[in-house]
């Protein structure tokens, strides 16, 4: 077989899958819900690749409740292996009940507003129809992809999976809503959260159909999943930060750092706490055991100067777990 051929089978495959999808239910436009949260300062954390309900996930949630953050977002593969509803809730329920609302689980009251904001991913995508998922959660926008904002920080949930109906191109439906939703937002931090990584030295690689021009639109930060690592890449104007660590036991090799790498971590899971001020944006990547592993913080020009942070130690590159 031809090395082309090599290439189209499986884009065939994809494309026939695509094509077999079920009609994906989203809510009209007048009921759409919005979240506008006013406030001065914010306390997030980021999970990327954990609906395994998995010890590791356990030890991690544990970690993120501890430290009462006033919102998670994720970033995809929150229900593995298919995205079915019969595992939902004890992959996300379970451990996240307390940021879900409404919450009709089996874990709890879950919230009295929802703080819980996913984005989705490869293994969500396992359905016909995306039901469970849709079923699962109540969120802004179509569900799908999404924006909100939470006092000085505007998130926005991207979709980067072929099976999304208004494409994962930069120039498609969902991208341009990405530019004119960066371009008209006047707050102080623009974060951009979704699955697949546009960068990443790991077993995946760099998804090319996502390296949209996010600094140029206005975002502040990308965060992805998908590749079971954390690492953070400062390139094309901007903060490029994969973490895959936050439940599934599948932990990944890393290989080749791609250009821009700074930070490269694979010996342990966690989740990415960020906090943010109108002048000021802290991202750090702490294990469930407490372990640091990067620490940064972006700062708008004439924003007070912080106390110097001690720099955490470059992590080794090996693969921890077996797959």
Same mark, same amino acid.
């Given at each position: ?35 506008? %949260?006013?406030? /001065? ?7 990327? #690749? @954990? ?7 356990? !030890? $991690? ?73 849709? %079923?699962?959660? /109540? ?7 999404? #924006? @909100? ?7 926005? !949930? $991207? ?165």
């Amino acid at each position: 077989m031809s090395r082309f051929a090599t290439r189209l089978v499986p884009a065939l495959a994809l494309a026939v899958l695509a094509s077999c999808r079920a009609p994906i239910a989203e809510p009209p436009p007048e009921a759409r819900i919005e979240v506008r %949260e006013r406030g /001065e300062a914010v306390s997030f954390v980021a999970i990327g #690749d @954990f609906g395994d309900d998995s010890p590791f996930e356990a !030890a $991690v949630a544990t970690t993120v409740r501890a430290a009462a953050p006033d919102l998670v977002i994720t970033l995809g593969d929150n229900n593995y292996p298919n995205g079915s509803a019969q595992t939902i809730d004890a992959n996300v329920g379970k451990h996240y009940a307390s940021f879900i609302a409404p919450y009709r689980g089996e874990y709890g009251p879950g919230a009295d507003r929802n703080r819980f904001f996913p984005a989705l991913g490869n293994h969500d995508w396992r359905t016909t129809d995306l039901a469970p998922y849709l %079923e699962y959660f /109540e969120l802004p926008g179509n569900e799908r992809y999404y #924006d @909100f904002v939470w006092g000085p920080v505007h998130f926005f !949930a $991207v979709d980067s999976d072929f099976a999304e109906p208004d494409g994962n191109a930069f120039d498609s439906v969902q991208g341009t809503w990405l530019r004119e939703t960066l371009g008209g937002s006047d707050a102080p931090w623009k974060v951009v959260y979704m699955h697949h990584a546009p960068y990443s030295s790991g077993r995946h690689g760099s998804q090319r159909v996502m390296q949209w021009p996010f600094a140029q639109w206005g975002a502040d930060v990308v965060l992805a999943g998908h590749d079971h690592h954390y690492e953070r890449i400062e390139r094309d104007g901007g903060v490029f930060v994969v973490n895959g660590l936050s439940g599934s036991p599948k932990v990944y090799d890393i290989g080749t750092p791609v250009e821009g790498s700074v930070v490269r971590f694979n010996e342990g899971h966690g989740a990415l706490f960020g906090s943010a001020t109108t002048t000021r944006l802290e991202l750090a990547f702490i294990t469930a055991d407490g372990v640091t592993v990067d620490a940064f913080a972006l700062e708008r020009p004439g924003a007070p100067r912080a106390p110097a942070r001690k720099e955490a130690p470059r992590a080794r590159d090996y693969d921890a777990y077996e797959d």
